[in-house]
């Protein structure tokens, strides 16, 4: 897969989505999974999925700024 391609590990990735079907892939592949769920409704998210409403500011909860 291109993780395997460029020598990265699942754990060295983030996938992103709005769906339990993306984060039911990502945890099959073992990469972390951050939740897009609207802050108004109640996530379906597991609890242990961290979740944003929006990708705004998202560099700060990755540490990247």
Request: proline share 8%; hydrophobic share 45%.
């Amino acid at each position: 897969g291109i993780l395997d391609k460029d020598g990265y590990q699942p754990e060295q990735a983030l996938a992103v989505g709005d769906s339990m079907t993306e984060c039911e892939a990502a945890a099959s592949l073992g990469i972390p999974f951050l939740g897009i769920a609207a802050p108004d409704v109640t996530s379906f998210f597991p609890a242990d999925i961290v979740t944003r409403p929006s990708l705004r500011d998202v560099d700060r909860l990755l540490g990247l700024t």
